[in-house]
């Protein structure tokens, strides 16, 4: 395989340290944990998983998490009143609502209770409108993650191409904000993009986020192009795929990431950063 394997299980293992040397020192400074409050409604096997893996991932970094649960049933009302009391609990640093929620539940009037400083996600219309317009902000944790393996491999950004195949408010739109404040030429294909092939051509940088498998095949890739794969789709068969035609691909791309192992460890440890980050701003207001 020519291409170089951007690994981020073993990068976010590497972050989550230093995070957790930051954790350490922020419970010395101020006398209590940064604290990750999650909430999950119903019981969703899928998120059941990402929950517990969040969880986990505080606890090993020493940021004290809380589970609250509620259930599938609960009413809008009874979720937003749950943020309200976490919006007023000082020892609660960062709040994150797994999505998605029941179809009763209306995403955007709870993402918009949560209060800006602690929105870890970076889901609330503040963070978004911030992000675009380039302040400081809580930015999403898979986009965040993927600047990062970027940085770490010095990929230049300044002057690049990089095509972002995917346009969601959680992961292609910021991506494709972040890309542009870091210098690159952005282009963004949705599903009512004519020949991706010809966009995806040109990219130096090249982004999938759509959840379809082997949407990007080896043909649609530049020769030398550093190809991040943010999708992951399971098959019929149970294995777990991106949206990169991985094995070909890898044949054309200077860098490449696998699925699983390469953006999605990413997340969690961006989760960690973002939550540390809310807790010392918090602490310094
Ligand atoms: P989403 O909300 O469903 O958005 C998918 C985007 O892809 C939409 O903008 C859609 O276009 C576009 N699209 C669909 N078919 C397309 C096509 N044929 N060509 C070009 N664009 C097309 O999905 P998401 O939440 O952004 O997630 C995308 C993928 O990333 C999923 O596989 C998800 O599981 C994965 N993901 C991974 C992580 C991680 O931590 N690794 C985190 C989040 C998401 P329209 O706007 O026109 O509908």
Do not use: W
């Amino acid at each position: 395989m020519p291409a170089q394997l951007l690994d981020g299980k073993s990068l976010a293992e590497r972050l989550r340290q230093t995070l957790a040397e930051r954790a350490k020192q922020f419970n010395a400074r101020t006398g209590r944990p940064a604290g990750l409050a999650v909430i999950l409604v119903g019981n969703n096997p899928a998120s059941e998983v990402y929950v517990r893996h969040k969880v986990a991932a505080c606890e090993k970094a020493t940021i004290a998490s809380q589970l609250v649960r509620l259930e599938a049933s609960c009413t809008t009302e009874a979720l937003l009143s749950q943020i309200e009391s976490l919006n007023n609990d000082s020892q609660v640093d960062g709040i994150l609502v797994q999505l998605p929620l029941p179809e009763h539940i209306p995403e955007k009037r709870v993402i918009e209770a949560i209060a800006p400083n602690k929105d870890v996600d970076g889901f609330h219309p503040a963070n978004a409108g911030a992000l675009f317009t380039g302040q400081p902000c809580l930015k999403p944790c898979t986009p965040f993650g993927v600047m990062v393996m970027l940085e770490q491999i010095k990929a230049p950004l300044r002057g690049a191409h990089a095509v972002v195949v995917g346009a969601s408010n959680i992961v292609g739109k910021p991506l494709a904000m972040m890309l542009l404040q870091a210098g690159a030429t952005v282009t963004i294909c949705n599903s009512k993009t004519l020949n991706l092939e010809e966009k995806t051509r040109r990219a130096d940088i090249l982004i999938a986020a759509v959840g379809r498998p082997s949407l990007i095949t080896a043909e649609m890739v530049k020769p030398g192009a550093v190809v991040i794969d943010v999708g992951i789709n399971r098959l019929d068969s149970g294995k777990l795929v991106g949206d990169v035609d991985f094995e070909r691909v890898a044949q054309v791309a200077q860098a490449i990431t696998p699925v699983p192992g390469g953006v999605g460890p990413m997340t969690i440890a961006m989760l960690l950063q973002n939550t540390l980050d809310a807790a010392e701003a918090a602490s310094l207001s």
